[in-house]
């Protein structure tokens, strides 16, 4: 499989792109609406999630369990979708989480302000003084959003394949060179690559999910990484007790064989809600 992110500045015709490259790759098109169709079948109101979406949180939201809510079931979506083979990812960190992984061209999509304000304003009907307000504030919550969730600069060009300026190339030519590119760079063995990381993903993500939302273990910080014949957990437990219900429930995901822990047991440990 071969997965494209393209990554955009408000008003950077990432979406005119991304539709483009899509429809000439024959790729699916996984936008903010596919994965939150994704998470509403894991029984989750995505609705609740909108105070995160693309934005970094505010103080009070930030010590929400919806915060870590958010982040757990947008990587569960993502990573759903990315299994299913060949997409176009527009925006929603899928850049980051799916950093390194063979056969993932990123993208990155930008325009001069000038023009990205008059493209808003016509958008939005609208003037430019609120034109260059909202184009500001957009930038604010895409940087924020990726620098919490992700602790990466959205706007540096070394954390992409290829960066674009949209400002005078129509959204079928960038589709064209991300496509030239794409061609030079993927072959069946990236490809088969990239399927064996992505099912390795996946599987973490589920003995992540079934330790905290179905077993309910309390282990904060709770991460799984995922390497050929071995599963590691790891993470802040209050008590040694919980490391080893951790250790069973992550043997009882399917696919698991060898899982080892170096969870820290700090006595006392508490968090806030």
């Not at 437990?237 to 698991?256: I, K, M």
Request: contains cysteine; hydrophobic residues 40%.
């Amino acid at each position: 499989m071969a997965i494209v992110t393209i990554s955009r500045e408000l008003a950077a015709l990432g979406d005119e792109t991304a539709h483009e490259l899509a429809k000439i790759l024959n790729y699916r098109f996984i936008d903010k609406n596919a994965l939150e169709e994704r998470i509403k079948g894991y029984g989750v109101e995505s609705h609740k999630f909108e105070k995160y979406d693309e934005k970094k949180p505010s103080f009070w939201a930030s010590l929400s369990q919806d915060r870590d809510d958010y982040l757990h079931y947008l990587k569960t979506a993502v990573l759903a979708e990315a299994g299913e083979g060949n997409c176009v990812f527009i925006g929603r960190g899928a850049n980051a989480m799916l950093k390194n992984v063979p056969g993932v061209l990123s993208v990155f999509l930008v325009a001069p302000a000038d023009i990205r304000v008059e493209r808003v304003k016509s958008y939005f009907h609208c003037d430019d003084r609120r034109g260059r307000q909202i184009v500001e504030q957009s930038d604010h919550d895409r940087t924020g959003f990726h620098r919490y969730f992700f602790d990466t600069d959205w706007k540096d060009p070394g954390n992409y394949h290829l960066s674009l300026n949209t400002g005078h190339l129509h959204p079928a030519v960038c589709a064209e060179i991300i496509k030239h590119l794409w061609e030079q760079s993927i072959n069946e063995e990236t490809e088969a690559r990239s399927g064996a990381r992505i099912r390795e993903l996946i599987l973490g993500q589920l003995v992540k999910h079934h330790i905290l939302y179905e077993k309910e273990i309390p282990v904060h910080f709770l991460e799984s990484s995922v390497s050929p014949g071995k599963v590691l957990i790891y993470g802040v437990a209050n008590s040694q007790s919980l490391v080893e219900a951790a250790l069973a429930a992550a043997r009882e995901v399917p696919g698991v064989q060898n899982v080892q822990s170096e969870i820290q047991v700090v006595q006392e440990y508490n968090i806030m809600p």
